[in-house]
């Protein structure tokens, strides 16, 4: 990529060169499929092993209670499509929220249409899910509540482990989209009594179209791709071997690094955020101030266009983004700051800065003084706020 400064890494993230030398053994060299017999089909299988046990570990999941797919989207689909028609005799009455990522929302309408009740939550104006209203909205045939663990457009992180002692406690099973949260922040799915939860490799430095689906080992999984018997017969298709090993990989350098890493973005986020909510008039934050994603900031620049705001930016080699990657060149406007209840006109004045480990103060000041520079340039070009 041309040199600039990177802020999407929401959106995706570079991969870690330690990842692709882990990864390089298994295009040319040992190209094996890891279900054959003979000897170096062994060595790939051996390291798809050691894939399951770091993925596994970031979690406090068994390595037999992960499978791997072909990313974040498929197993959102999976999960809840496992659910339904594994409990299809329980109840068909899911509970989501509003702010979910569209390939859990997605499959919730996909799931009406076939004659399930989904309720979607509301959010309070930080995109807090309450834990009082997950439990109200559980009814006698409540299957399921999937719900995030750290939405992707405004960072903010929600309750899970209070939901997930609900869901334990009036016996729902528990699933969360953990995308966001895999390797960023702290996960325990004994402790936080999760039933199935969704991650991918490409938002922890790790390679693009590899995920997993952690399911709890005494469920009973449906398959959502038919086939050959991998994956413990639940998930078929020759293995990603390159994939899954550089997932494991970047997992366990996220592991290792998590907190220090954290830390360091926190003070970096923080610091971007006081600047640009001090230094540019008519400006807010989106999402949690202090419950958010260390690397998300996520800004609302009153009377401006986001995707005017974009393209000058990105004239200065800035690279950011004005709501999800799925949803921009849409023209409405995101269903996350529509559900934290902005109006039409401030959600298009949104911007969303995801930092990386890499990134450095020197280009956030630079970004800072850019942000003011065009933010008043464009609110200068449209000499009075817009007529409503
Ligand atoms: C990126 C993302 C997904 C989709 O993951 P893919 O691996 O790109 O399919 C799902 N949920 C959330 C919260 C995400 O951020």
Redesign the pocket.
Known sequence: MQHGIYLDN???TKMREEVLQEMLPFFCGNYANPAAIYSPAGAVKKAVGTARERTAAMIGAKPGEIYFT???????NWAIRAVAKGAADKGRHIITSKI?????LHTCEYLERQGCEVTYLDVDSDGLISPEAVEKAIRPDTILISL?A???EIGTLEPVARIGEIARKRGVLFHT????AYGHVPLNVETMHIDLL?A????LNGP????LLYCRENLRLHPLIFGGAQERGRRAGTLNAPGIVGFGKAAQLAKETMRERSEKETVLRDYLIDRVLAEIPHTTLNGHRRERLSNNANFCFRFIEGESLLILLDQQGIWGSGG???TSGATEPSHVLSAIGMSREDARGSLRLTLSEETTKEELSYVAEKLKEIVGRLRGMALSPPAR
């Open positions: 929401a959106a995706t072909a990313g974040g989207s498929e197993s959102d979910e990522h569209h390939a859990v995030m750290a939405n992707n989209d953990a995308v966001q969704s991918s490799g490409h938002k693009k179209g590899v995920g999800s990657a799925c």
